[in-house]
């Protein structure tokens, strides 16, 4: 079993920057695929970016990459989102996810934070 808790979102100007993080428990973190998803009202969630732990890869959508850094502390058992420049379009409620490998669902998820970026 897993547990994630987000923390770091707020309200931000277009323009800006915030980092989430997410910290996880229950399981050996440095064993475990981390990702971060978005959902917008009225959207479906959407995938943000992950990084694999066995290759340490990093992933991202088409519209955050270049602006969206994810990156991991397997010792304090925490993955980070870095987000600059900001847009009124990334405003949405940031999930973290975690699965256990490329051929794993997202099992986990935490409860989410929200961003909220104001023109």
């Known amino acids: 079993q897993v547990q994630l808790v987000e923390s770091g979102g707020g309200l931000v100007q277009a323009g800006g920057s915030l980092r989430l993080s997410c910290a996880a428990s229950?399981?050996?973190?440095?064993?475990?695929?981390m990702g971060w998803f978005r959902q917008a009202p009225g959207k479906e969630r959407e995938f943000v970016a992950s990084?694999?732990?066995?290759?340490?890869?990093?992933y991202y959508a088409d519209s955050v990459k270049g602006r969206f850094t994810i990156s991991r502390d397997n010792a304090k058992n925490t993955v980070y989102l870095q987000m600059n420049s900001l847009k009124p379009g990334d405003t949405a409620v940031y999930y973290c996810?975690?699965?256990?490998?490329?051929?794993?669902?997202?099992?986990?998820w935490g409860p989410g934070t929200q961003v909220t970026v104001s023109s």
């Open positions: 996810a975690a699965r256990f490998g490329s051929l794993y669902s997202w099992a986990y």
């Open positions: 229950g399981r050996t973190f440095s064993t475990l695929t």
């Open positions: 990084n694999a732990w066995s290759s340490g890869n990093t």
